[in-house]
């Protein structure tokens, strides 16, 4: 019967929506999970120690600037996690696969966890770099304005007990909420040069980075971005399968 | 179309409460903040604008829950998702009879609240301008988290954790217009982008609206 379906598989062409059936998807999954766990820890670990005892201290920031190997992977993270969960909400509203709602249900607390991490991470930064641990900047508003908008996502999550519908309007608040989102982002640049003239914390250090420290954190933001495809594997199945129990129990309900 | 706003507006002066209570913890937040604060005028003077603004997003937060959690309740709102009407029309008019009761009041009391602020004279004229200008991108906003929360049995503290980050944008360009046209500086900036948001979120906030009331009314 597995020969049989893979016969089938391979006779059409491959095709990313295969694996909107959540057997297909946890088969994938299930298959892709330890490659991506051993990656994400090699990354994790090997970029973290390079970066920690091989690079030398910066000139002007000392050690601290080592905080750069946790900060800017898991900013990035916080962001392109907020897009996944964009994209897959697009998904299930166009073309209502199940798995893709939960990959969004699933990514939104791994997106939560990174936008603390790069806000803490940012404010024991902050306290050597500018002697405070928080300002008005742009940057750090806009992520303290995402980390609302996930928490309001998962909130909206757990409040709804119909999980289609709950993914209807999570998707739907995701939609919204990304462009305003993006509407605040740009508004809060406006808003810090109205309130400070001419101050400049700019955190853009990808610029100015030299190639030493440079290459410790690529490893970094790979590890990062294979952790995060590991997490969000890893609890969509969760979520699929949870799903699949609260069907079984449903169905002896019926039976008795 | 114009039967519902005539009844909705009918039914929120006679069933008292969204307009009072709105123009009430809009007074009572400005009140409170000298106590808060202190009394000391030059300071109020720079806060001025910014708590109005504040205190007017507060008290449309407030009113909220209330646009509709009754015509859920008594079914209305199933006769009017099966209406004639466009359900994104509804929506629209449902917005617009929040803004008559509570945008419309706001606006008239805050050059009032402003003299307890000490808002300077200038302001109030910018102070009136740009409420007048956002709040119907909260109302229409808010009529989105009430949508998405309405039916919910705790959905008075969700449906303000939802709608604030979204307000982000409009508190900041509003209270933006009105502080630097209290402190009379060059305020079209800002003046435009409110006037984008308002007519973005009034052109496009209608159909997330009636996308969501369809979703909970399944």
Same mark, same amino acid.
């Given at each position: 019967m597995l020969e049989q379906k893979q016969k089938e598989s391979t006779k059409? $062409?491959?095709?990313?929506?295969?694996?909107?059936n959540p057997t297909k998807f946890l088969r994938l999954s299930a298959r892709l999970l330890p490659v991506l766990w051993i990656c994400a820890a090699t990354f994790i670990v090997g970029g973290l120690i390079w970066g920690f005892f091989f690079t030398p201290d910066d000139?002007?920031?000392?050690? +601290?600037?080592?905080i750069i190997y946790l900060h800017v992977p898991s900013a990035l993270m916080a962001i392109n996690a907020w897009f996944m969960m964009l994209v897959s909400s697009l998904v299930w509203v166009v073309r209502r696969h199940h798995v893709s709602a939960l990959a969004a249900k699933a990514a939104a607390p791994v997106g939560l966890v990174m936008t603390l991490i790069a806000l803490l991470t940012g404010a024991i930064w902050g306290q $050597?770099?500018?002697? +405070?641990?928080?300002?008005?900047d742009p940057r750090l508003t806009s992520f303290l304005v995402l980390f609302l908008f996930y928490v309001g996502y998962i909130a909206l999550w757990q409040a709804v007990d119909d999980s289609d519908a709950a993914a209807d309007l999570t998707s739907i608040l995701c939609l919204v909420g990304s462009v305003f989102a993006v509407l605040s982002r740009y508004a809060v640049n406006f808003w810090n040069q109205g309130l400070h003239q001419g101050a400049s914390l700019s955190l853009d250090k990808e610029k100015n980075v030299a190639d030493v420290f440079a290459y410790p954190l690529y490893m970094c933001m790979a590890g990062f971005i294979l952790l995060f495809l590991a997490l969000v594997f890893y609890r969509t199945g969760t979520e699929i399968r949870l799903r699949r129990i609260a069907a079984l129990i449903a169905r002896e309900r019926r039976v008795i | 179309m114009r039967a519902l706003l005539i009844r909705d507006l009918r039914l929120a002066m006679r069933a008292g409460g969204g307009f009072g209570l709105g123009l009430a913890f809009f007074l009572i937040v400005v009140v409170l903040v000298p106590f808060a604060v202190g009394p000391d005028t030059s300071a109020l003077a720079v806060i001025a604008p910014g708590i109005l603004w504040l205190g007017a997003l507060l008290s449309c937060l407030l009113s909220l829950d209330r646009i509709l959690a009754l015509d859920w309740e008594d079914g209305s709102l199933d006769l009017l998702a099966t209406s004639p009407l466009p359900l994104e029309a509804v929506m629209g008019v449902k917005a617009v009879v929040h803004w008559l009761t509570t945008g419309v009041p706001l606006v008239l009391a805050a050059p009032v609240l402003g003299i307890l602020l000490n808002l300077?004279?200038?302001g109030i004229i910018w102070i009136m301008l740009s409420l007048g200008l956002g709040t119907p991108a909260l109302s229409i906003i808010g009529v989105f988290g009430a949508a998405l929360t309405? &039916?919910?049995?705790? &959905?008075g503290l969700l449906l303000s954790l939802l709608v604030m980050p979204l307000y982000v944008p409009t508190l900041i360009f509003g209270a933006e217009v009105a502080r630097r046209g209290s402190q009379g500086m060059a305020v079209e900036t800002p003046f435009v982008m409110l006037a984008g948001i308002t007519a973005g979120s009034l052109a496009l906030m209608p159909i997330a609206c009636a996308a969501v009331v369809r979703v909970n009314l399944r």
């Open positions: 059409k $062409p491959m095709s990313i929506w295969e694996y909107a000139y002007r920031q000392g050690s +601290t600037v080592k $050597p770099m500018w002697g +405070t641990w928080w300002a008005w | 300077p004279s200038q309405v &039916g919910f049995k705790r &959905g």
